[in-house]
């Protein structure tokens, strides 16, 4: 942190963190921890909760971080089912991932299927063409923070020009363009992986349309 | 567990200590807390968190799986030490383990950070002020930059000075990561600029410093042991000039290369050089034997994933004995007590594939089986199911054994090599059978510039 030259009480600013959403059982949904530490001050079963409301404390190290519902939570607060009776303890030590809290979205059902509907994954536009991760590992768009991207939409690709960077156990390589069922000279429709995402062997890197027309066909994918 | 303490008071020892790493190694530090009656805690990522080793332990999940998120994630890892009431962390080595902020955050929140004295760390981990001390305690250096370099330009012009070729280093660095070869002076700006990135995404820290290349030396390192009341100890020499792209790949003890007389002089130089900095723990000494001359290069303030070949000569376990200082407690041996004993030879085998030019191969491993046998010890957390996730580096296993002779380690190794299984993933056993039947590695004429046998 940078030091400044005036004092502001932390108190008043505290550091806000995100839960976790994944699916439960039933259509419910799982809020989870977002980090280690002491957890406590979730809502009773019964409240309603809703994307950035708070849904507890968490405190890291003595630091007291509130802990908000992420995007797309929305429900009645459903009762823990292994629910301390009697002196439950004040905080509660949790880890990352662990289960905070559990929403019953069937209560607030038209506004949760708003949510819900996201993109339509994967659907290549009509016409293009996909190239894929070679390798499973994390896909670079760029050769460094603040370098300009190795391919953008519009650009026109030849077989061999770097397309992005992806690494594995530390290990960079570059991802060549070129493959059977590829335009020998294409065009980019869509850039399919954030910078740094985490891609699985097979995953849709790039959709391309032919540039021009069709030339050697014969060039796969690879890794430099 | 009192019987070496040479008559000392009784001093507590840690009931439950923090495992700050993954694999092999978080595997390494329970078998010592286990000696030892500690329980272990495992610090894991999510990737981690179903690995067979963790069966039947207590883990505490910190973070996703990207090291940036779990096993570098600072606050998360003492905050799990904290809350699963562990009064002592070991972070092994690579991830944190070289740290001094995490050193200094898991004292401030009351957790013993199994390691050096953050000052010893701060000065022998930061590789500049480190050659000035060693310089101090008289050994031997290697021309370079005399700390961190401002520019690219600056690196030209020291470079200019003490004659390509040239290496630059970074300064938080280590396992081969942020280091770059310039030959000439057109190339010292690229390999500034690569060594720094790759720097920045391995340690966080891009500053880079710059030694001549020192071409056809041998890699020779001394395993040092210290505890607080001032006595430090050497455990012999290793050798580790089989690399590939700075990564170890084979080490041995006793270095072949070394005359007994260099030897001597350079093993009581590092205790006394260790001594003079203060030094508590587990720490390694690393040399170039240039023309039967060490030059110090730098120190490793953490124990080594190769400390287990000073293991099996030594018949002394080292992360007991780091446990036990950190406790407070002397060494329980002395300098006259450390018999080194015949030949030991590690080789580690990475998940791999030689073929394909060593692309890491992560995946499932669909059956294994670890050789067993007369004077052999293989650390792994390996298992037949075993998934091995692309996050991290690609080592499955250490095979070490050890021999009365160096040909009885070689012949071992090679019987160990062959019963070892590991169906799924590629591995570099090929590779090790091929380094260990080649007439270089057996006549020992080889060097840094390449690997024996290929």
Redesign the interface.
Known sequence: MPVKNFVLDARLTPPVLRARLAAGPDGRQRLLAP????FRGAPDPGMLVGPDQPIGILE??GVVHHVLAPAGASGLVVAAEEAPRGLAPARR?V????LLLTLDPSATRSESAANQAGPAAGAAVSGAAVLRAP????FYVR??PGKPAFVSVGAVLEPGQTVGLIE????F?RVLYGGDQLPARARVVRVCQADES?VAQGDPLLEVEPADAAGDPNTKPH?A | MSAKTRGTPAVPMFRRLMVANRGEVAVRIARACDLLGITPVFATSTADRDAGYLRGRETVCIGAARSPQSYLNMQAIVQAARQSECTALHPGWGFLSENPVFAALCEAHGVTFIGPPARAMHLMGKKTPAKSAMRAAGLALIPGSDGILDSAEQAREVADRVGYPVLLKAESGGGGRGMRIARGPDEVASAYADAQAEAIAAFGDGRLYLERLIEGGRHVEIQIMADRYGHVVHLGERDCTVQRNHQKLLEESPSPSLSPDEREKTLAAAVRAAASIGYVGAGTMEFLLDHGTLRFMEMNTRLQVEHSVSEVRSGRDLVVEQIRVAAGHPLSFRQEDVVLTGHAIECRINAEDPSANFKPAPGKIVRWHSPTGDGVRVDTHVDSGYEVPPHYDSLLCKVITAGATRDEAIARMLAALGELVCEGVPTTVPLHLQILRSSAFRTNHYDTRAIPGL
């Open positions: 980090g280690v530490g002491m890291i190290l030590p880890g990352f991932d662990d390798t499973s590992g994390r050769s460094g594995v156990m530390k290990t390589s985490d890794l």
